[in-house]
């Protein structure tokens, strides 16, 4: 059984928000949540450099999306360093231009996604995590990006492939019916052991309560068991504006 967790822990953040107060926040709940690996979504450099000192137990791959190296946000990977081997490394922008920083099809930011091929030391099985955010406006943008995510999790010559991340968009949109249109599957509502709580809350809970974190999965090799939204506060604060979601599966 594998624990594949999701989570946006927004770049910045402002008074009891910032990033200063969330970092051991988001820290702490990827330590009681355990999973096997897990994408993050707006993730820059301190971010990433927070979470690799807090969190030694993981390796991680990934480049900042404005210039393929440091900068900008990261749709990084992190996975357990004593417990896989990670192989086959790989990141695409979600453009007409996939091999470089770029944007297309009226996307307000660069948007990209990172994967890499896990194998468990002990078992030798293998899986393919990717990982993404999505773009916030444009509906081109985000439809074409699940198009090449689709396309490349079909790439991978029948190897296990998880999909994760904050996609911008509610299970009604087009670009959700993108992603499950043909082997991926949405662990939400595959498994049976599931939470219906919302993802998104911007802080106020009150006024939103949107689902658009998720964990897809390939429906022939990868088997949900149980889907969980991390919906609570650490130490009475929330740990970011989304809430981290995770499946557990079986490969």
Not at 190 to 210: K, M, V
């Amino acid at each position: 059984m594998y624990r594949i967790l999701s989570a946006n822990v927004l770049c910045w953040g402002e008074g009891e928000h910032s990033i200063e107060n969330r970092i051991p926040l988001v820290i702490e709940m990827i330590k009681e949540a355990k999973p096997s690996s897990f994408g993050v979504q707006e993730a820059h450099i301190r971010w990433m450099k927070a979470l690799e000192q807090g969190l030694p137990e993981y390796g991680w791959v990934g480049i900042g999306r404005d210039d393929g190296k440091e900068d900008g946000e990261f749709a990084s990977v992190f996975y357990l360093k004593d417990k896989f081997t990670a192989s086959d490394v790989g990141h695409f922008w979600i453009s007409e231009t996939p091999d470089v920083p770029s944007k297309s099809w009226n996307s307000a930011c660069t948007r990209m996604a990172t994967y890499v091929k896990l194998t468990d030391r002990e078992t030798g099985k293998s899986y393919i995590h990717i990982n993404t955010h999505l773009d916030h406006i444009s509906v081109e943008a985000q439809v074409n990006g699940a198009k090449m995510i689709m396309e490349k999790a079909a790439s991978f010559g029948g190897l296990p492939v998880v999909a994760t991340g904050d996609f911008n968009v509610t299970p009604d949109s087009d670009c959700y019916a993108t992603m499950i249109s043909a082997n991926m599957g949405d662990a939400r509502t595959l498994a049976p052991d599931s939470d219906d709580c919302y993802t998104f809350h911007g802080f106020r809970p009150e006024q939103y309560r949107d689902i658009i974190d998720y964990v897809f999965v390939d429906k022939q090799t990868v088997k949900p068991v149980k889907f969980k939204v991390i919906n609570k506060k650490i130490n009475g604060m929330f740990y970011s504006d989304h809430f981290a979601v995770y499946a557990d599966v079986e490969i």
